[in-house]
């Protein structure tokens, strides 16, 4: 990796440089930190306090089969890298889950563990990214040092599933996009033309665009002649009933009379 570097090759990422050249020697204990939003405590910074955020559950593998990997965070440790890179590491003490009698039980609604029987004594640390946080509480069904294991669900964070920006074939939404000039809709992966193929399109010539409600929606072809004719029918309406409602001087002083 250094070779490449040197060689200005684009396969020598910052990252993978950084990562290549190994961690700074001095390291930094912490007592806590949060971690996907979830604040996480050592055990001993717990001592002073009411509340518990130490439990830890890791998914991993024993035998072939998916097993749930319970401890105790006993410490927290940030490891440095070149261009500002870090990694941060739990160190956690294991409950042992591979023996199904003294050091896990498992009922109908309840997971129990042995807080005195330890596991995987010589690997402790896991990344922070890949812990999660359990509580535990004394059994009183099997007393002594047992715990029951009760996972949390941390509020105000959804597992959301990340979509690439590029990729837009998962996209269900609604949307509008204009097709060679068509308004189309974009609608769970398929387009549909808001143009209607069914009815033959008819070119409108400027001159049939006039004031007022005269053309007829139903028929668009029309005539200079009908465009220039004057429609006299309202003002021939008008004509009449003012000539109807015209008042004589005896219906004026019977008006005045009454008011």
Not at 191 to 217: F, H, K, M, P, Y
Request: aromatic content about 8%; charged content about 30%.
């Amino acid at each position: 990796m250094i070779q490449l570097r040197k060689q200005n090759s684009p396969e020598a990422t910052n990252d993978l440089y950084s990562l290549a050249l190994g961690p700074d020697r001095r390291v930094t204990r912490c007592s806590g930190c949060i971690v996907n939003g979830t604040r996480f405590h050592t055990r001993d910074r717990e001592r002073v306090r009411t509340t518990q955020n130490s439990g830890i559950v890791v998914k991993g593998e024993y035998l072939s089969e998916d097993t749930d990997f319970y401890g105790i965070l006993i410490d927290i440790i940030e490891l440095k890298y070149n261009f500002g890179n870090r990694v941060y590491l739990f160190k956690c003490q294991w409950r042992d889950v591979s023996d199904k009698r003294e050091g896990i039980r498992k009922d109908q609604h309840f997971i129990s563990v042995n807080a005195t029987k330890t596991w995987y004594t010589n690997e402790p640390f896991v990344l922070a990214s890949q812990a999660r946080q359990v509580y535990y509480l004394d059994d009183p069904k099997h007393g002594g040092s047992w715990q029951i294991v009760q996972k949390i669900h941390t509020k105000n964070l959804f597992d959301v599933p990340e979509v690439d920006e590029e990729d837009d074939s998962n996209d269900e939404t609604f949307q509008q996009v204009e097709v060679d000039g068509v308004l189309v809709q974009v609608d769970d992966r398929e387009v549909t033309t808001l143009l209607r193929e069914d009815l033959a399109a008819e070119t409108v010539d400027q001159s049939v665009i006039v004031d007022g409600n005269c053309l007829d929606e139903g028929n668009l072809s029309v005539t200079d002649d009908e465009v220039d004719e004057e429609d006299d029918t309202m003002a021939d309406y008008c004509t009449d009933n003012a000539q109807e409602d015209e008042f004589t001087d005896d219906d004026e002083s019977d008006i005045d009379s009454i008011l």
